[in-house]
Structures are given as C-alpha cells and as structure tokens.
C-alpha cells in the first residue's frame, strides 16, 4: 500500500506540511518495501487549482492515503471518489520519520 | 430582496446512476420532458426509505434542519410519484449540495481521517492502527481546533481557589464556596 504524505522538505526530518495543494513535497512511502521517494511540488507557486493538480499527481502514483494537516473544499470530492483515505493530523511539528513510524506501528 | 442563502446539504453517498427512463410504453409518445431530482433529494430518499431513517436523524446526516429536511423529502416523493404516473424519465442532477464522507477523529494520534469505501465500517484507524477511535462531524466545529475557553478556570482573588470553568456561566456570577467572594476568569494562556 502506498501513502501519500506531505512535507515542508526533502529529508526525513522535514516537517509534515500543514498545506495540501502546495506543499513543498510529497513523500510517496510504500508500506512493503518501505521505500519513500520525494516528488518536489510542481504547484507550489500555481496562482489556483493546486488543489486539484496536486491530487492528479497524487492519483497518478495509485496512492491508497493522504496524510497532510488540511484538505481544501475542492479536494475532499475529488478524494471521495477517488476512495483515497485522507488522513488529518494537526501537528505541524511532527517529522516525517516519526509519521512513517506510527504508520507501520 | 434577494431571498435567504440556502444552507449547503450534505451527501453522503451520491448515486450511481444519471437518471432512470421508463420503458415499455403502449403508445410511443413523442419524447416527454424529464422530471429533474436533486442531490438532496436523492439522498433524502435514500436516508429515510432506503436506510429507514426517521426524518430527525436523517436531517442530522445532511446537517439541515428537520423541517428542512421534511420538505426536501416531501418533494422527492411528488416528484417521484409525478414520473411514474406521467411516465416521464427521471434525471438526477443539481441541487445545493457538496459531498463528504464520515469522518472519524483518533484518540491515539490525535488525527482525523475518513472512510473511502462507503460500504465497509472503518476498524482501526488509518494511521496508527488503533481502534480507539470516535465519530467526527466536521460541520459547525470551525472553532474546534483553537477553543480553549473551554479549559479556563475561574479564580477566587480572595482565597486564590481555582475551578473548572463551566462554559455558558460567566465566571463573575460564580461565587467561591470558601469566602463567598465573586469569582474572576482566568485564561489558559495567561495561566501557563
């Protein structure tokens, strides 16, 4: 199963990102081989829809979670029919080591 | 003046279908007009007749009021009944609505997720894998993240006697059992 989690850097002691649609990187970790990969943004500096390309980008990985600190309007429909799990967490000083540790509990 | 904002309802589970169209009619008539059914009616239906909801829990589901509600429901069933007698084609469109699923709030890692799969009951949570986890309405909680008035405490700037502040009751009308003085509000983070 592959998660999608977004993080404010390129290292594993980056911060999750309280932002979805632009982040500064996705993290695409995979719970069996435990291979994360970082994909850099490329909507961070879109003027709008960044929700919404950044969920195609998502989708296109075949992701089956989202972890981020908030989910726009316009993405939670998209998610829903989509049936890929958002997952909420409001610590925005949680790394992504420690993400990935309490995901493989 | 324009009229009252209508409030946004929810669905939950949006159908699977466009529409339906009768078939096998004696006479072919030339093409008649659809009857258009709303989202929110759509899953008023579904709410009350399909998962045998009274309208009060119903109303709950798509965070509308009860009489609300009755009338959205009131309006399905006219239409509805309205396409079979005239057998005319139903379209399932429009209407004031956004999607959303249910939300569950976990009591371990203190995160919120949903469930994707309509059908199947969440058991743990998405994250940790606990299984402590509660019912989360997302609506009319704006303020839930930051509210901490409800942690204040009342104070007694006589004796120094602290209390759980109660919300509701201003803490100027509380008085200390000890000294009977009236007692002052303090802060959470004037506290710290």
Known sequence: ?105 | MSPRLKRLRKVLSPPTVKGFKPFGQDVVIDKKEPIIIYYEEYEALRLCDYDKLNHHQASVFMSVSRPTFTRVYASVRQKIAMAFVESRPMLIEGGKVYFDSDWYHCNTCHCYFNNPEKNVAITVCGLCGSQDFINFDFDNTENYFDDDRANDICICPNCGLKKQHQLGIPCSEEICPVCQNVMKRKRKNEYK
């Open chain 1, 1 to 105: 199963m592959k998660i999608a989690i977004t993080s404010t850097g390129n290292t594993l002691d980056s911060t999750l990102d309280q932002r979805f649609g632009r982040c500064a990187f996705f993290v695409i970790y995979d719970t069996e081989s435990k291979a994360t990969e970082f994909i850099p943004n490329p909507n961070l500096e879109a003027e709008s829809g960044a929700g919404p390309a950044s969920v195609q980008l998502i989708a296109s990985r075949n992701v089956n979670k989202v972890v981020s600190g908030e989910f726009g309007m316009k993405i939670k429909p998209i998610f829903d029919s989509l049936k890929i799990q958002m997952i909420i967490l409001k610590e925005p000083e949680k790394t992504i080591k420690e993400i990935i540790r309490i995901l493989n509990h």
